[in-house]
């Protein structure tokens, strides 16, 4: 971005059922956009093979959380399937200052307290399946977790699904190459909504009345 042109950064968020593909599509805009920042949830659970920390996530045990969340270091943080996911507040207020642009992989109610601590930040995808019928065969595929643990799954998906109405877009994930070219239509449109344009006055673009 140019130095001539300041701009406030947009906080993307994708939200989803699990199994509907938005950990991928995120993957996918990062790649996409090397200088989009990836938020990095804090949770108690522990690492799974492979995952770093600081990359993948920051790990606290849950005393450790639980005062992150009690001090205000936090922006959104939730309990889901027996661990506590968190957005820490430094590192993105930080980021939206400087013009850079946030992508959140969260749930709807990350979404909810994330709009509520960064008004006018915020933009919203949900991500629905074609089916849910097609959501659990994508779940069965993964051949990662139990039918009972898939039943848990569909469950809370189908309960997911009826907060899509709070979004501000919503991708319907049928060819994963379209919803990432979706996904990423809906970065770009947000990136020039009017209240980011921080930079205009500077270039003599002052905010005056045409009648």
């Known amino acids: 971005m140019s130095e001539l042109f300041r701009r406030r950064g947009v906080c993307l968020v994708l939200a989803a059922p699990s199994g ?21 949830s804090v949770t108690t659970r522990t690492p799974r093979p492979g995952e770093r920390e600081g990359v993948d996530y920051f790990f606290r045990t849950p005393e450790e959380f639980a005062h992150l969340a009690e001090t205000g270091a936090l922006l959104e943080w939730a309990h889901v399937f027996g661990h506590s996911y968190g957005t820490p507040r430094a590192p993105v207020v930080a980021a939206l200052a400087a013009g850079s642009d946030v992508i959140f992989d969260i749930d709807w109610q ?16 949900f991500i629905l399946p074609p089916s849910l019928e097609l959501l659990r065969q994508r779940l069965v595929d993964r051949g990662t977790d139990s039918a009972e643990v898939i039943e848990t799954r569909m469950a ?8 899509w109405p709070e979004f501000d877009n919503i991708l319907i994930n049928q ?30 673009f002052a905010n005056s009345p045409t009648r």
Do not use: C, F, M, Y
């Open 20 to 40: 509907a593909g938005k950990s991928t599509i995120a993957r996918a805009l990062r790649a996409r956009e090397p200088d989009l920042v990836n938020s990095v």
């Open 156 to 163: 809370r998906a189908r309960a997911e699904i009826t907060h």
């Open 175 to 204: 060819d994963l190459p379209t919803a990432i070219d979706q996904a990423h239509a809906v970065l770009i449109a947000g990136r020039s909504a009017v209240a980011r344009q921080t930079g205009l006055a500077d270039l003599g």
């Open 110 to 125: 990350g979404h909810r307290l994330l709009r509520a601590a960064l008004p006018g930040d915020v933009v919203g995808v």
